[in-house]
């Protein structure tokens, strides 16, 4: 069964302070692998996308790798801001015809001053 | 966000009653879905379409129905709610390039009482 797992469910962290999200996932055929931040009472806005052949991917604080082999993906944020706190999901897409989305139940982060 | 908007926001319904949510998009993109939300689940996917008039079901499409008869207008029945059918509801897009850009809608919650 295709499933996509994270971990921790949630995290608290200070301000400033830096943390790394996991995602396992078990998804068959691969085709790329997406994070998204989810601020309450909003939609999930994607941070990157990564394929197959590539091992990692940055948007400004956001660092995300990816290793095909073990099926493993982490997220670490750097310098958390209050405004990282948000639900932190994980994606895999199975590249099929209707480029299906198998989504994570996500990582709930709370930063504190 | 930006070019996909739904609505209503927020609907509160009774058993029984029949729901239309609407989602309107102004990227002229063929892709349109509807998800939704649920505690301790992933979004997951009930219906959706790859051009006007053409539409397929998703993993949990039992008692919902779509219909596409605009490029930009993507809506979503509850045939007859149910309580089961309480969740935050959310509509996406996909935009060009490969891999495919998921733009979600910032969703609405509905409650069957």
């Known amino acids: 069964k295709n499933q996509v797992e994270q971990s921790p469910q949630s995290l608290i962290i200070l301000e400033g302070k830096n943390c790394t999200l996991q995602?396992?996932?078990?998804?068959?055929?691969?085709?790329?692998l997406r994070w998204y931040k989810q601020d309450t009472g909003r939609g999930p806005v994607s941070l990157t996308i990564?394929?197959?052949?590539?091992n990692t991917k940055s948007n400004g604080r956001y660092t995300a790798t990816l290793d095909a082999d073990t099926k493993q993906s982490s997220l670490h944020i750097t310098a958390s801001q209050l405004s990282d706190s948000a639900s932190y999901i994980c994606?895999?897409?199975?590249?099929?015809?209707?480029?299906?989305?198998?989504f994570g139940t996500g990582t709930l982060l709370a930063v504190q001053p | 966000d930006a070019g996909i908007t739904q609505s209503p926001r927020h609907k509160v319904t009774e058993t029984g009653t029949p729901v239309t949510l609407r989602c309107h998009q102004t990227?002229?993109?063929?892709?349109m879905y509807w998800y939704r939300q649920d505690p301790g689940h992933g979004l997951r996917l009930i219906h959706y379409s790859y051009g006007v008039k053409d539409t397929d079901k998703g993993e949990v499409s039992d008692g919902y129905s779509v219909s596409r008869s605009k490029t930009e207008d993507f809506l979503l029945t509850l045939e007859s709610a149910t309580s089961s059918q309480t969740s935050v509801y959310f509509c996406?897009?996909?935009?060009?390039?490969?891999?495919?850009?998921?733009?979600f809608g910032s969703g609405t919650r509905l409650t069957v009482v």
């Open positions: 994606v895999v897409s199975d590249g099929g015809a209707t480029n299906k989305l198998i």
């Open positions: 995602c396992n996932y078990t998804v068959s055929p691969f085709s790329n």
């Open positions: 990564m394929t197959f052949s590539e």
């Open positions: 990227e002229n993109h063929r892709y």
């Open positions: 996406a897009i996909t935009g060009t390039g490969s891999p495919f850009g998921y733009t």
